[in-house]
């Protein structure tokens, strides 16, 4: 069964840096795109950065962009989101998934369950 656990969650002043990380594990996995996925309280799900493992292309939504960086570690089965001049309207929960490229997209296959990320005014 495969795992996807995200860390690095955690509460932060505006102006603040946090790094979240996520780690993919267990049998069956096999994916070649990832990102990171937010609930923010008050707004529809929303992803926030995607990229190919290997390297290759990024995606950001508008409203971090200049602010998140996506990467990967040596591991392809890895993926952090360096998250810096945080505001308060960053607040949500914050979700790994990975899966299949699509012709402009990725299919997702695996979730993580989430951590929360608090930035106070």
């Known amino acids: 069964q495969v795992h996807m656990v995200e860390s690095g969650g955690g509460s932060v002043q505006a102006g603040g840096s946090l790094r979240l990380s996520c780690v993919a594990s267990?049998?069956?996995?096999?994916?070649?795109?990832m990102a990171w996925l937010r609930q923010t309280p008050g707004k529809q799900r929303e992803a926030v950065a995607r990229m190919n493992t290997g390297g290759g292309s990024t995606w950001y939504a508008d409203s971090v962009k200049g602010r998140f960086t996506i990467s990967q570690a040596n591991a392809e089965n890895t993926v952090a989101l360096q998250m810096t001049s945080l505001k308060p309207e960053d607040t949500g929960m914050y979700f790994c998934?990975?899966?299949?490229?699509?012709?402009?997209?990725?299919?997702?296959?695996?979730w993580g369950l989430g951590t929360q990320v608090t930035v106070s005014s």
């Open positions: 998934a990975a899966g299949r490229r699509t012709a402009a997209d990725c299919m997702y296959l695996y």
């Open positions: 267990g049998y069956g996995y096999s994916a070649n795109c």
